[in-house]
């Protein structure tokens, strides 16, 4: 008999100051509803409804963190590709993740700790 399985551990969400926003775009597409899954949100694409844009296009600003994620849009049903990324990783089901890799944002630094030197101005050589 094996024991009882443990509770899975929170979903913390990612640290704001270690995230960097990408604005994810799918030009004109005569569609009703288009969202957004990938890695990020486990892929339920309810999480990110994509904004449509008043030319057509579909955007969502959404917070990552560093790091490799895969994703796709949802277009009324049918799933896609990001077809303007040309980064793409197979997946199980035989068709094609898009890909896109976060860097770390710089780290801010304090101030410098050290206290400034007074100047030293060299007095003249005697003859």
Known sequence: MLPPAADPPPVLPPDPTRTVV???RLPYLPSNEVFLAGSFNEWHPQMFPMIKEEGGGWIKDVALPPGTHEYK???NGVWM???ANFRFVPNPFGDLNSVIKILAPPVARPPSSRRSQPKRTLAPSKP
Do not use: G, S
């Open 73 to 75: 849009f949802l277009v």
């Open 22 to 24: 990408v604005r994810f």
């Open 81 to 83: 590709a990001d077809l």
